[in-house]
T-cell receptor, first 112, second 115 residues
Framework: EAGVTQFPSHSVIEKGQTVTLRCDPI?????LYWYRRVMGKEIKFLLH????????ESGMPNNRFLAERTGGTYSTLKVQPAELEDSGVYFC??????????FGQGTRLTVV | GESVGLHLPTLSVQEGDNSIINCAYS??????FIWYKQESGKGPQFIID?????DKRQGQRVTVLLNKTVKHLSLQIAATQPGDSAVYFC??????????????FGTGTRLTIIP
């Protein structure tokens, strides 16, 4: 069974550019989450989808971040325009209802 | 790796010895706790969980202890192996029964097993 997959694994962009991260959850998992770890800090929650709906987006840092989950399947996280402080590792996770969360390998984003 | 610049508490243990990793959690109302293991270049991997109505839970070579009085969680790994070398995170959830699924992570501890 395929796990949670994230694309790309690494991305280096210039400040002001746009980047879109993609997450493919485990098939059949209704819950999808985005987390990130910026340098020197702990892993922090960004948002939670249940199917295509945003259940909790309390962790989204500002309106430069836009998450979508088309048809309740894969999800994208767009950062526009990217700033230096957005550099870090972005993790996606998925879970069945009331089950444990399985994490992807993460996307390392570097904004220069 | 992704931990560059992240100053983590570290623990070095001789292979075959037992290790204990500690975590202080923040929310006294949290009702579900999880330990994750993260190896270099990978995402966090579930190890073991415990609900707040329990104080101890055992898995294969791992035991989690919960002390709600002092908001403390620990992970014991028995007979450590080189593959146990990783960063270990505790995480907490609040109001699980209300389907609030947000995980709050601790800062992590880097465990190194010395051959």
């Amino acid at each position: 069974e395929a796990g949670v997959t994230q694309f790309p694994s690494h991305s280096v962009i210039e400040k002001g550019q746009t980047v879109t991260l993609r997450c493919d959850p485990i098939s059949g998992h209704d819950n999808l989450y985005w987390y990130r770890r910026v340098m020197g800090k702990e892993i922090k929650f960004l948002l939670h989808f249940v199917k295509e709906s945003k259940q909790d987006e309390s962790g989204m840092p500002n309106n430069r971040f836009l998450a979508e989950r088309t048809g309740g399947t894969y999800s994208t996280l767009k950062v526009q325009p990217a700033e230096l402080e957005d550099s870090g590792v972005y993790f996606c996770a998925s879970s069945p209802n009331q089950g444990e969360a399985f994490f992807g390998q993460g996307t390392r984003l570097t904004v220069v | 790796g992704e931990s560059v610049g992240l100053h983590l508490p570290t623990l070095s243990v001789q292979e075959g010895d037992n290790s204990i990793i500690n975590c202080a959690y923040s929310n006294s109302a949290s009702d579900y706790f999880i330990w994750y293991k993260q190896e270099s270049g990978k995402g966090p991997q579930f190890i073991i969980d415990i609900r707040s109505n329990m104080d101890k839970r055992q898995g294969q070579r791992v035991t989690v202890l919960l002390n709600k009085t002092v908001k403390h969680l620990s992970l014991q790994i028995a007979a450590t192996q080189p593959g146990d070398s990783a960063v270990y995170f505790c995480a907490e959830k609040f109001a699980v029964l209300l389907r609030r699924e947000k995980l709050t992570f601790g800062t992590g501890t880097r465990l190194t097993i010395i051959p």
